[in-house]
C-alpha cells in the first residue's frame, strides 16, 4: 500500500508536553535507590495543560446527490431522511487551544472549513458557540473565539525555534473516540517540508503517536508551553506509524496576531522574488558546501528585493543568522519575523558570502484594485474584477501575471457563473481589445456585438471562447 500524508481531524487532541532533563555524566550515572526515584510521571503537566484543549465540533449543511432510482416514492417511503438529494447536517470533529483567557482558541483551518457553525466543548463538559476571526487554508491555521465573557485556562505560547530534535514531547487527546488518551515521544525532525497540499512547508516532527481525531490539538513541551499545532500524519492505513507533523508555535504567534489585530486575512510579507531549491549539481557548481539554501530565480522590478540588491543566481542560506534547508523555510523565517521588520540575509555568490538586509512590508496595491462588479446583458455578469497588482495577486495566489483584469468573485447562478468563470480567472482581451484595466472591462460589457471572443488566463494557461 503506497504511503500518503493526511491531515488529521475529528475529536479532540489534548497534546502535551515534553520532560527536558540534563542526563548525568556516564561516571556518575547509578541505579535508582527507591520507589519515589522510579515514579516519575506526567501528570502534573496533563492536569495543568488539559483544560485549555478543547473539542472542536463544525457542522455544515449537505446536500446529497439525487439517483433516478431514489425519485421513486416507492424508494422514498424507507430511505426517509438518508434518500440523496436531501439536505443533512455533516459535523467533524477537531481540537483547538486556548491561548488566551477571553476565550481565543488556535486550531487547524481544515476543522473548521466550510463550517456553518462552529462550537467547543471544554474538559469539563461545557459547551460554547464560537466566531470565526481568521483562517487561511495555504498555512491550515483558524483563530476562534468563544462567545463568553468568562475567564478561561490557557496554554502559553513557547519558542518553536528553541525546539531540538531529542527533545520528548507529549501529546494528549481522544484518537479513533477511544476517550482520551496519553501518548509520548521526541521530536524527531525540524523545517519538514511537503507534507501537505498547501503552500505551508515548516513542520515540527513528533513520533508521540498521533491519530485521526487529533487535528488542531497541542504539542507541548515539559515546561507546559505550546510548540506547535498537530496538522498532519504519514500513514500507510490512516493510524499512527509515528510520523507525525505540527505547525511551529513561532508560525501560531504571527497568525494570532494578525487575529488580534482584527486582520480580515493572513498577510505574508511581500519579497518580490522567486526562489527555488539547491541540488547537488548546483551546490557543486556554485561552490557551496552543501546542497542547501534558495536559490533567486526571478527578480520583480521595483520590488523590495530588488531594491535591496538580490539578483538571480544568488543563494540565500540564513535569515537573521538561522541557516535556512529550503525554499519553503526561507518563507516560514520571513513571515515570523513580521510586517514591518527588517532581515538580515546571508546571501553567497560567486564563492562569497554577503549580508542583505531586506525591508519586510506588504505587497503594494499598485495600481489601485478599483473593484467593479459587472451586471447587464453580457457573459460576465455577475463577475466581480480587480485590476491585478502584487497584492491582489499575493491574496488570489495568481501565477506571475501583470497583464488583465481578475475575477474576485462570481455570482452564483449569474450568466457568468453558467458560462464558467471561476475565481482567479484574468480575462486578458475580449473581442481583440486589450483588457487592461476593471473599466476597460465594464466598457466591453456594455457593447452588444452579438458574438464575443474572450481571452482568457486559467493558472497559467490561455483558454480562448468564443460566445453568442
Avoid at 155 to 166: F, K, L, M, W
Avoid at 197 to 213: M, R, S
Wanted: charged share 20%; hydrophobic share 40%; net charge negative.
Amino acid at each position: 500500500m503506497t504511503a500518503h500524508f493526511t491531515r488529521i481531524s475529528a475529536a479532540a487532541l489534548f497534546a502535551g508536553m515534553a520532560l527536558t532533563m540534563q542526563p548525568a555524566p556516564a561516571a556518575d550515572r547509578v541505579a535508582p535507590g527507591s520507589d519515589a526515584e522510579l515514579q516519575y510521571s506526567y501528570a502534573p503537566l496533563v492536569k495543568q495543560t488539559a483544560p485549555a484543549v478543547v473539542n472542536v465540533y463544525a457542522e455544515r449543511m449537505v446536500t446529497r446527490r439525487m439517483s433516478p432510482l431514489f425519485s421513486d416514492p416507492f424508494f422514498g417511503q424507507f430511505f426517509g431522511q438518508q434518500m440523496p438529494g436531501r439536505s443533512e447536517k455533516q459535523t467533524s470533529l477537531g481540537s483547538g487551544v486556548i491561548v488566551e483567557k477571553n476565550g481565543t482558541i488556535i486550531t487547524n483551518n481544515h476543522v473548521i472549513a466550510g463550517a456553518d457553525d462552529v462550537r467547543v466543548a471544554l474538559a469539563d463538559g461545557r459547551e460554547f458557540p464560537c466566531t470565526v476571526l481568521l483562517k487561511d487554508d495555504r498555512y491550515d491555521l483558524a483563530v476562534l473565539k468563544i462567545d463568553s465573557d468568562e475567564d478561561f485556562p490557557t496554554i502559553p505560547i513557547g519558542d518553536s525555534d528553541a525546539v531540538e530534535v531529542g527533545d520528548l514531547s507529549l501529546a494528549i487527546g481522544n484518537p479513533f473516540a477511544v476517550g482520551q488518551t496519553v501518548t509520548s515521544g521526541i521530536i524527531s525532525g525540524l523545517a519538514r517540508n511537503s507534507i501537505t497540499d498547501g503552500e505551508f512547508g515548516f513542520f515540527l516532527q513528533t513520533d508521540a503517536a498521533i491519530n485521526p481525531g487529533n487535528s488542531g490539538g497541542a504539542l507541548l513541551d515539559m515546561q507546559g508551553e505550546l510548540i506547535g499545532i498537530n496538522t498532519a500524519i504519514f500513514s500507510k492505513g490512516g493510524g499512527s506509524n509515528g510520523i507525525g507533523f505540527a505547525i511551529p508555535a513561532n508560525m501560531v504567534k504571527v497568525f494570532l496576531a494578525a487575529a488580534d489585530r482584527g486582520d480580515e486575512r493572513f498577510q505574508r510579507p511581500y519579497v518580490g522574488a522567486t526562489f527555488g531549491p539547491v541540488t547537488s549539481d548546483m551546490a557543486e557548481a556554485l561552490g557551496l558546501k552543501a546542497a542547501r539554501g534558495a536559490i533567486i530565480s526571478a527578480v520583480r522590478d521595483a520590488s523590495p528585493a530588488e531594491k535591496a540588491g538580490l539578483r538571480p543566481g544568488s543563494v540565500i542560506t540564513a535569515v537573521n543568522g538561522v541557516p535556512v534547508e529550503h525554499p519553503d523555510a526561507l518563507l516560514y523565517r520571513l513571515t515570523v519575523i513580521g510586517i514591518g521588520e527588517k532581515a538580515d540575509l546571508t546571501v553567497e555568490r560567486d564563492g562569497k558570502a554577503s549580508h542583505v538586509a531586506l525591508p519586510l512590508g506588504l505587497a503594494p496595491e499598485d495600481p489601485p484594485r478599483d473593484t467593479r462588479t459587472i451586471d447587464g446583458n453580457s457573459p460576465f455578469s455577475g463577475l466581480t474584477v480587480e485590476n491585478i497588482s502584487p497584492r491582489v495577486v499575493e491574496e488570489l495566489r495568481l501565477p506571475d501575471i501583470s497583464d488583465g483584469v481578475v475575477v474576485a468573485e462570481v455570482e452564483a447562478g449569474s450568466p457568468a457563473a453558467r458560462i464558467g468563470f471561476a475565481r482567479g480567472d484574468v480575462i486578458v482581451a475580449v473581442n481583440g481589445t486589450e483588457i487592461d484595466t476593471t473599466g476597460t472591462l465594464e466598457d466591453q460589457a456594455a457593447a452588444s456585438p452579438g458574438l464575443w471572443r474572450l481571452s482568457i488566463n486559467r493558472g497559467g494557461r490561455m483558454i480562448n471562447q468564443i460566445f453568442r
